[in-house]
C-alpha cells in the first residue's frame, strides 16, 4: 500500500532553516505530482508547493521566496527546504500524492526563539 513518511522537522530559531523529506513508498512514484501542505493549530490545512513528475513546480505566494519542491525519483522522495523560517511558519507539515487521499503523518515544525 502507499505509504508516506515524512522527516525533518523540529525546532528552530527565525531565521533558520529546515529541510524536510517526504519518503513514498508503494507507488510509481516518478509517475506522480506530490505537495507539501501544512496546518498550524486552530487553522485550516493550507498547500505549500506542488511538483508534478517532471520537476515542474507551484508555491503558495507567501512561500514562494523562502521555500523550495524538489523530488529524487532515484530515492522516492520529495524534498522542501525552508529557509528564512518565521514563527508563523510554526505547524504541522505533510505530504500529499496529488488528487488523493494519501498523506503522511506530519513532522512538526517550531519556530521560536
Known amino acids: 500500500q502507499v505509504q508516506l513518511v515524512e522527516s525533518g522537522g523540529g525546532l528552530v530559531q527565525p531565521g533558520g532553516s529546515l529541510r524536510l523529506s517526504c519518503a513514498a513508498s508503494g507507488m510509481l512514484f516518478s509517475f506522480v505530482s506530490m505537495g507539501w501542505y501544512r496546518q498550524a493549530p486552530g487553522r485550516q490545512r493550507e498547500l505549500v508547493a506542488r511538483?508534478?513528475?517532471?520537476?515542474?513546480?507551484n508555491y503558495a505566494d507567501s512561500m514562494k521566496a523562502r521555500f523550495t519542491i524538489s523530488r529524487d525519483n532515484a530515492k522516492n522522495t520529495v524534498y522542501l527546504q525552508m529557509n528564512s523560517l518565521k514563527p508563523e511558519d510554526t505547524a504541522v507539515y505533510y505530504c500529499?500524492?496529488?488528487?488523493?487521499?494519501?498523506w503522511g503523518q506530519g513532522t512538526q515544525v517550531t519556530v521560536s526563539s
Open positions: 511538483i508534478n513528475s517532471i520537476g515542474n513546480t
Open positions: 500529499n500524492v496529488w488528487n488523493t487521499e494519501y
